[in-house]
């Protein structure tokens, strides 16, 4: 009973949080701005929008590519096909239930090509702590870059005493955490200890790998090719066409975050996007049009991808399926 709650409770929240902002951004509009956010939709540069979303498809190739070098310690040599429809499809599952997608490759890479699920998943799993990592990179060099506006903003719109209490309290869970994995005997506690040691081989793979260079090189390329993407997007309209670098690298990061913690940021992407164009002086109809833009066309190549991917997997698969 409890896990079911916890299931539709990690569905629910998302996908309500989504719904609320949606809600409330709409409201908040006059009429005026209403119509004026339906004109940038209409007026934008589809033909920027179209290569964003190119760009970020060529990402995806990229990490199918780098997910090789990770399997091969472990003996393993996955086409790149089924890497690449592995990670289309978990983008598509992970638009309706948060971090279900890294399940789903290590489903399908079992099924196609396999690989025990345990190992496949410690190599996702390696994975996405380098992803955070290039994350928080750019969250430090977004800091740096627009500290000064930054927080001038939050000091305006958030007590002081409130940032100490958060604080505070991501040490006391920091620390409350720890505890519990040193010293608790519970079934989750054991069950989870054991579940991180299945995972050792997958983990330890970045260590293992022959072609590190190879791995670091195309880590790069995904990101540059994410911020790229991002950056091309902007000039699909002139509002947003010249806006700097330090606000780039922040936003970027910022509708990132929403892409990883959420339902691949429903509802937050454009309200988050929209808010923190507004701090850097960028009307709010435009960034939640900018916003809407660059989230939609992501998401419709999510769906085309992963539902085509889908259909394809059993297709190209079926000798291996017959031999089976």
């Known amino acids: 009973m409890k896990k079911t709650l916890g299931k539709i409770l990690q569905i629910a929240l998302p996908l309500g949080l989504g719904v609320f902002l949606i809600w409330y951004i709409y409201n908040s509009f006059t009429p005026e701005q209403l119509a ?7 007026n934008a540069n589809y033909g920027f929008v179209l290569l964003s979303v190119l760009l970020s498809v060529l990402s ?3 990490r199918s590519y780098r997910w090789s070098f990770m399997l091969e310690p472990l003996g393993y040599t996955p086409k790149l096909a089924n890497n690449f429809m592995a990670i289309s499809v978990a983008y598509l ?8 997608g890294e399940v789903s490759r290590g489903i399908i890479l079992d099924k196609y090509e396999n690989i025990p699920f345990e190992k496949g998943f ?19 060099l977004a800091l740096i870059i627009k500290f000064d506006v930054l927080s001038e903003h939050l000091s305006e719109t958030i007590p002081v005493s409130a940032v100490y209490f958060i ?21 989750i506690n054991i069950k989870l200890k054991t579940f991180i040691l299945g995972l050792k081989d997958g983990v330890l793979s970045i260590v293992k790998m022959k072609k590190k260079g190879a ?58 996007i929209a808010g923190m164009l507004t701090v850097f002086g960028v009307a709010w ?11 939609t066309s992501n998401i419709a190549s999510i769906l085309l991808f992963g539902c085509l991917s889908l259909f394809l997997l059993p297709i ?9």
């Open 36 to 42: 004026e956010t339906k004109t940038y939709f209409s």
């Open 60 to 62: 995806h190739f990229s």
């Open 93 to 100: 599952m992970n638009i309706f239930i948060p971090k279900s």
């Open 122 to 140: 410690g190599t996702i799993i390696s994975e996405r702590v380098v992803d955070l990592i290039f994350l928080l990179a750019f969250t430090a």
């Open 167 to 187: 604080v505070i309290g991501f040490v006391v869970m920091a620390i409350l955490i720890f505890v519990f994995l040193k010293f608790s005997k519970s079934n």
């Open 215 to 272: 791995f670091i090189f195309h880590t790069f390329l995904i990101w540059g090719l994410y911020l790229l993407s991002f950056y091309v997007a902007l000039f699909a309209l002139p509002e947003t066409a010249s806006i700097s670098f330090g606000t780039i690298i922040i936003t970027f990061v910022v509708g990132s975050f929403t892409f990883a913690f959420t339902n691949s940021g429903f509802g937050t992407y454009p309200a988050a």
């Open 285 to 295: 109809p435009v960034g939640v049009a900018f916003g809407w833009i660059v989230w």
């Open 316 to 324: 190209y698969n079926r000798k291996k399926i017959i031999d089976t």
